[in-house]
């Protein structure tokens, strides 16, 4: 009799303690709940616009800007490169994960709707929300632009500062479009001294470029596939005959093998695919 009254009480302690160890559902759910304390959207100004050139499977590319006009609305442009430049806008608002790390688009059909944020960028992610793989996977990515408050382009910008003398630090931004740059060398042999400048020009706002390089005039579309990627596409120059073409049809074959670029200082350094340096210019 008296060990089946120990074994009751045992029993029961054993209950108690099991039933102390059980959490309270608000509890539970807290734990749950991802910290967003540090998540982009409350660390980041993401805000604004963002583009970029994201592959492709029938065309040369899908020009893309992302505006993010404020936390809750979009807009969506795009433009199928070499076969439409019709715009295609869509707009609609957008919601946060519950991490608060990806953004989803609402109104935008069966279109790509998930963007991961990051510093200054925007990453497309696959149909479930994942980061999409494979050789194309850096190419899925929208820069964010900085809008020139005199012209209102939105550009992709290096600064650099200037020391000179004893005259105060002046802070002086190269920006890939918008600046007009003079060409300094080309394969690897520097450019003499011309009557006209050799020159390069990228506008924004239209995703074109003109150049000039001692006869005809060069000009057709720019894409920027990622942050540091660039190609010239759609080429084209004006027939006239003019003595001594080599600078121009060597510039005009270079164009056709540019691959990425980067701006250091005041020079503009455009690359092929083995990364070598093609052409240098200095911002003017």
Same mark, same amino acid.
């Given at each position: ?104 688009? !609402? !109104?935008?059909?069966?279109?790509? !709707? ?131 073409? !080599? ?38």
């Amino acid at each position: 009799m008296k060990t089946t009254l120990v074994s009751i009480v045992l029993s029961g302690l054993l209950l108690v303690s099991c039933g102390n160890k059980e959490e309270h559902p608000a509890a539970e759910a807290a734990k749950n709940t991802p910290d967003v304390s540090h998540s982009p959207k409350r660390t980041l100004d993401y805000q604004g616009y963002y583009k970029g050139v994201l592959p492709c499977a029938d065309c040369e590319g899908i020009e893309t800007e992302l505006a993010l006009n404020d936390t809750v609305h979009y807009v969506l442009t795009t433009r199928y490169l070499g076969k439409s430049d019709a715009p295609f806008v869509t707009k609609g608002t957008y919601v946060w994960n519950a991490d608060e790390t990806h953004i989803r688009l !609402n !109104n935008n059909g069966d279109g790509p !709707n998930e963007y991961a944020v990051s510093e200054n960028q925007l990453t497309q992610l696959d149909r479930e929300g994942k980061p999409i793989t494979g050789q194309l996977a850096t190419r899925y990515i929208l820069q964010k632009m900085k809008i020139d408050q005199a012209t209102g382009e939105k550009l992709v910008q290096s600064t650099s500062h200037v020391i000179a003398s004893e005259a105060p630090v002046k802070a002086v931004t190269y920006s890939l479009a918008g600046t007009t740059w003079v060409l300094e060398s080309l394969g690897g042999k520097a450019v003499g001294k011309t009557a006209k400048p050799y020159t390069l020009q990228l506008n924004s706002k239209d995703g074109r470029f003109s150049a000039y390089v001692g006869c005809n005039r060069i000009g057709g579309n720019y894409v920027m596939p990622s942050a540091t990627g660039l190609a010239f596409v759609n080429v084209m120059a004006t027939k006239m005959a003019c003595p001594n073409r !080599n600078s121009e049809q060597q510039f005009l074959e270079v164009l056709e093998t540019v691959d990425a670029y980067e701006i250091k200082q005041n020079k503009l350094l455009v690359f092929n695919k083995t990364k070598t340096t093609v052409a240098v210019f200095y911002g003017q």
